[in-house]
Nanobody, 128 residues
């Protein structure tokens, strides 16, 4: 059975930081690039960041570049999203997902339909 489980969300003030974690079972993690997406109420799910299976390559949405850092620990089957300098507009349900390959082109990495396994999400609320 495949599991993808996010944790680490919460309520913070603007300017503060949070670190999200995503624990994935073997089939959803090994040889898969991993990505983070988010969805705010009334909006479409949007790409946040992704990291290759090797951890060497990363990609960020312009809106989070310089503030968020994605990383992974393959021994622990875990992906992290360090979110610094949080803004009110970062408020959303954050999802972790396993991409269909070990890495891809930017136009495929940002597309939710190219991800095979998804978690249930963790809520991040940033007060202004």
């Amino acid at each position: 059975q495949v599991h993808v489980v996010e944790s680490g969300g919460g309520f913070v003030q603007a300017g503060e930081a949070l670190r999200l974690s995503c624990l994935a079972s073997g089939r959803a993690f090994i040889n898969h690039a991993m990505g983070w997406f988010r969805q705010a109420p009334g909006k479409e799910r949007e790409f946040v960041s992704a990291i290759s299976w090797s951890g060497i390559s990363t990609y960020y949405a312009d809106s989070v570049k310089g503030r968020f850092t994605i990383s992974r620990d393959n021994a622990k089957h875990t992906v992290y999203l360090q979110m610094n300098s949080l803004k009110h507009e970062d408020t959303a349900l954050y999802y972790c997902a396993a991409y269909s390959a070990d890495w891809g082109r930017p136009d495929t990495i940002v597309t939710p339909g190219n991800y095979d396994y998804w978690g249930q999400g963790t809520q991040v609320t940033v007060s202004s």
